[in-house]
């Protein structure tokens, strides 16, 4: 398997775990119950951690497709600059699950508000998780580009192609 592919593999994780870690928060508050509140924390950090090796292939999954006729620089580009803005926030979701997970066990008074947050903060992660996905999807899934002024072959041609 070449880094493409790992990537591939890898990056519906970040995506889908946080997703998970969304329904099981709101359970827990449903419910009021902290044990699920907590097992949301660990899915969240969890997600974090995906994160890290999607975010990695990344980088090499540009360099096997880049040259394949059809791919466009500026779609890879532009999912490229999602998934930095994805990960940095993952990363912050994670480490404010930490923290959470951490008052949750000490019984802080301001824990059940760092569940909100996480619960908050979450769907923001969701939001741009979407967008990420979105791109990278876009990069080789002619079908679901919203921009029909971006060729498969490239920016520049269809650019022409709108003004005639």
């Known amino acids: 398997m070449n880094e493409a592919h790992w990537h591939l593999v890898l990056n519906h994780l970040p995506i889908l775990v946080p997703m998970i870690g969304l329904l099981v928060m709101i359970g827990g508050h449903i419910f009021r119950v902290e044990a ?8 969240f950090i969890f ?41 940095i926030l993952s990363y912050l979701l994670g480490a404010i699950s930490l923290l959470g997970l951490w008052a949750n066990l000490q019984k802080k008074s301001f824990a059940n508000l760092l569940s909100f947050v996480a619960l908050i903060f979450c769907g923001i992660v969701l939001f741009f998780a979407k967008q990420t996905g979105t791109t990278g999807g876009e990069i080789r899934h002619t079908e679901i580009r ?19």
Do not use: V
């Open 36 to 43: 699920i509140k907590r097992t949301a924390y660990f899915i």
């Open 47 to 87: 997600g974090a951690l995906c994160t890290i090796p999607a975010f990695a292939t990344g980088e090499g999954a540009e360099e096997t497709i880049e040259n394949i006729p059809g791919i466009s620089e500026q779609l890879i580009k532009t999912h490229e600059e999602m998934a930095e803005t994805f990960a």
């Open 146 to 164: 919203t921009d029909s002024g971006i060729s498969p072959a490239g920016a520049g041609e269809g650019a022409k192609e709108k003004d005639d």
